[in-house]
């Protein structure tokens, strides 16, 4: 026993870098939606191609051996023993302390890690649960997640510096390699140009916006597969920014990719949020 | 041959813009070509093209070109020896549409049976779910449009026709093809790029 789940919160799972060497027999990547924030849980805890839990809201858990944990990414109000704990850094974990991720104060998904790792099951060599191709499941109550009992684990903190924050207007920057020849620049021009909101279908295959409608000048191409951050544009000209677990081939329109790291911060940003596009070189 | 930089660390190989047994090949030979090479860490082919994600810290967009220039045409010969035959068996007794598909085309059941089994196919490209595999091409007398109402549920193991292509679906789901037979074929992690697929009638 480790951690007893006593709320699932709204969408939590185990996630780690993603699977590779399989998109060929249509298996997504998966892996945390933020890799930089996911990334530094590890670090701090110097842990090595281990596992964290991508944390929405509302996660109560109860630890039943020590431990240390890292907690990077959204502000969740996580309070242990009802005491509120910022992110960004570790904590001691003794049995019998509940960690609850209160409510939401900025960001979306928060990561919590444990020194050494959740010992959970890889489905082709990754831990990160993917539901729709049957490689574990979202958490629920009275589940349990192992993990080796620690102590004495030196407490770390990320530097200010490092920390992003998700209030400010997100730009996407967007490399324009891939199919940018189907809009004409008076399209090109309309979507760099405007804002467009986060509606609520965005999940973790991707992210549905909504603003000023952006159209393409053919539509039935040959499908091809799809990068990380690809913005798909269907006949009703609204972006989707295609994510950790998008399709591995499709044949809509692709305006252009947007930066991997642009992508984790758009991770952070929820519903109704507000997002521009820029254009983004490359050297 | 294009080589297109998509993102960071990824780049996309197109061969042509349209889709043939000849451009299937060439990207079945990139596809192994390329698969064992040090630095790519994830190769999704279809149809006409490639998309290859490698890690930017081994490989750039350039030094991937050169070196995909060069071993394409290094070994341009030993295709065939990584193409598998697969054979599915196929009952064709209950294949909830093949009435319709048979009416649309003004042909017999047992000439829509009898095409469909008489072609050897190729996989295209795997997608739209793990272990989906495209097939190609139909015999151009069973080209049938998709469904106008999809399906909610297309049982695990239906075998079906859409457009120019046929495919089996390795798990249950909504879908808008239409279904002409069913299969205990359950391998479908066999699939790979270029095999070559047959259907064989029980």
């Given at each position: ?20 060497g399989v998109a060929h027999l249509g298996h ?194 040959i499908s091809e597969g799809i990068a ?19 399709q591995t081939i499709g ?33 | 041959m294009?080589f ?6 990824a780049s996309m190989l197109y061969f042509e813009?349209?889709i043939s047994e000849?451009v299937l090949n060439r990207v079945q030979h990139a596809f192994h070509t390329m698969r064992s090479m040090?630095?790519i860490t994830d190769i999704t082919p279809s149809y006409t093209s490639l998309l290859i994600e ?14 995909i220039?060069?071993?394409l ?6 295709v065939?020896?990584q193409q ?38 190729r996989v295209y490209a795997i997608g739209f779910?793990?272990?989906f595999a495209y097939l190609g ?54 699939f790979s790029i270029g095999d ?7």
């Amino acid at each position: 026993m480790a951690f007893k789940v006593l709320q699932s919160g709204l969408f939590t799972t185990i996630q780690d870098e993603g699977r590779k060497g399989v998109a060929h027999l249509g298996h997504c990547n998966s892996g945390a939606l933020d890799i930089y924030a996911y990334h530094w849980s590890q670090k701090l805890l110097t842990n090595v191609e281990e596992n964290a839990l991508e944390v929405m809201v509302g996660l109560k858990l109860e630890a039943t051996k020590p431990t240390t944990i890292a907690i990077t990414g959204a502000d969740l109000g996580l309070e242990i023993n009802g005491a509120y704990k910022e992110p960004w850094q570790t904590y001691a974990i003794k049995a019998g302390d509940i960690l609850h991720f209160s409510k939401r104060i900025t960001g979306q998904r928060a990561y919590l890690a444990v020194k050494g790792g959740f010992d959970t099951p890889r489905y082709l060599g990754s831990f990160s649960t993917t539901i729709k191709e049957g490689f574990g499941d979202k958490l629920k109550i009275g589940d349990t997640l192992p993990y080796d009992a620690t102590t004495g684990t030196p407490p770390a903190k990320v530097k200010k510096e490092y920390i992003p924050n998700y209030e400010t207007l997100l730009t996407l920057h967007v490399i324009l390699g891939y199919q940018h020849t189907l809009f004409s620049n008076k399209e090109k021009e309309k979507f760099f140009n405007n804002e467009y909101e986060i509606t609520l279908q965005s999940d973790r295959m991707g992210y549905q916006l909504s603003g000023e409608g952006v159209f393409a000048k053919s539509e039935n191409l040959i499908s091809e597969g799809i990068a990380f951050g690809a913005i798909q544009i269907p006949k009703d000209g609204q972006p989707i920014i295609l994510l950790k677990e998008r399709q591995t081939i499709g044949g809509y329109p692709k305006m252009g990719t947007v930066l991997a790291e642009d992508c984790y911060a758009l991770a952070q940003r929820g519903p109704g949020c507000k997002i521009q596009f820029g254009p983004y070189t490359i050297k | 041959m294009e080589f297109k930089q998509v993102t960071l660390n990824a780049s996309m190989l197109y061969f042509e813009d349209s889709i043939s047994e000849e451009v299937l090949n060439r990207v079945q030979h990139a596809f192994h070509t390329m698969r064992s090479m040090e630095g790519i860490t994830d190769i999704t082919p279809s149809y006409t093209s490639l998309l290859i994600e490698y890690d930017s810290s081994l490989l750039s967009h350039e030094t991937l070109e050169n070196l995909i220039k060069k071993s394409l045409q290094e070994t341009h010969s030993n295709v065939t020896t990584q193409q598998k035959h697969i054979k599915i068996p196929t009952d064709y007794s209950k294949g909830e549409d093949l009435g319709s598909v048979a009416k649309y085309h003004d042909l017999s059941i047992e000439e829509v049976i009898h095409l469909h089994s008489s072609t050897t196919y190729r996989v295209y490209a795997i997608g739209f779910m793990v272990g989906f595999a495209y097939l190609g091409t139909l015999s151009s007398k069973l080209f049938t449009p998709r469904r106008s109402t999809p399906r909610a549920k297309v049982p695990k193991g239906a075998v079906a026709i859409a457009d120019h292509q046929t495919a089996v679906y390795p798990q249950q789901s909504a879908g808008g093809w239409n279904i002409i037979g069913h299969t205990d074929f359950d391998n479908f992690a066999s699939f790979s790029i270029g095999d070559s697929v047959e259907f064989v009638r029980i």
